[in-house]
Structure formats: structure tokens, C-alpha cells
């Protein structure tokens, strides 16, 4: 079993900046591949970004690339989605989820745990 606590939610405005973490307990070394995904209120849950902890390959939105940023520090367990250039549309509830695969995917279903996700809205 992994657990997983997303944290650093809030409310920014367009062009601001937040940063997410997601911190891993239970069976870490289970994991080979962390994801973000977010949901808007009345939409389906949307893969974000993704990164494999084994190696720096990470994965991204057409709609986030260029201004989001996902990277690890294995020594504290955790995963960090650093978000900029924020507009309303990155409004959403965010969640990380954990893989024992070390192959990046974007599918949700392939994803075995989940945090309980982090509220982001981005609002003037």
C-alpha cells in the first residue's frame, strides 16, 4: 500500500504562481511512477504531468508544457508539480497518483494509488 498527501493548493491569480506537493508513505520502494492529474468541477479528471522516479523522464499536457514543471526529491519522498504562468482554465482539483510500473503513462486507469487531491484556483 503507498499513501500519498497532495499539499500547497490555494488560490492564485492568472500569471501567478503555485507549487504542489505530493508526499509518499507505506511501500515507496513500489514506485516507479508518479502522476498529476486535475479536475474541473463537472469535467472528466485529466492527466497533467507525469514523471518516472527511477531517471529524469517526465511527461506533460499540451496544455501545461512550457509552464508547468514536475521533479522529485527521493530522499524526501516527494513529488512537486511547480506551476506558472497560471490562467483560470488551470482551475481544478489536483491529484497526484503512484504507479508500480517505471513507465510513464498518461492513463488514469494505470495509476494504483491516489492522493485526495489539492483544491487550485486561479482567479482575479
Known amino acids: 500500500q503507498v499513501q500519498l498527501v497532495e499539499s500547497g493548493g490555494g488560490l492564485a491569480q492568472p500569471g501567478g504562481s503555485l507549487r504542489l506537493s505530493c508526499a509518499a508513505s507505506?511501500?515507496?520502494?513500489?514506485?516507479?511512477?508518479m502522476g498529476w492529474y486535475r479536475q474541473a468541477p463537472g469535467k472528466d479528471r485529466d492527466f497533467v504531468a507525469a514523471?518516472?522516479?527511477?531517471?529524469?523522464?517526465?511527461n506533460y499536457a499540451d496544455s501545461v508544457k512550457g509552464r508547468f514543471t514536475v521533479s522529485r526529491d527521493n530522499a524526501k519522498n516527494t513529488v512537486y508539480l511547480q506551476m506558472n504562468s497560471l490562467n483560470p482554465e488551470d482551475t481544478g482539483v489536483y491529484y497526484c497518483a503512484s504507479r508500480t510500473t517505471p513507465v510513464i503513462s498518461r492513463s488514469a486507469v494505470e495509476y494504483d494509488f491516489w492522493g485526495q487531491g489539492t483544491q487550485v484556483t486561479v482567479s482575479s
Open positions: 507505506g511501500s515507496i520502494f513500489s514506485i516507479g511512477a
Open positions: 514523471i518516472r522516479l527511477g531517471g529524469q523522464i517526465t
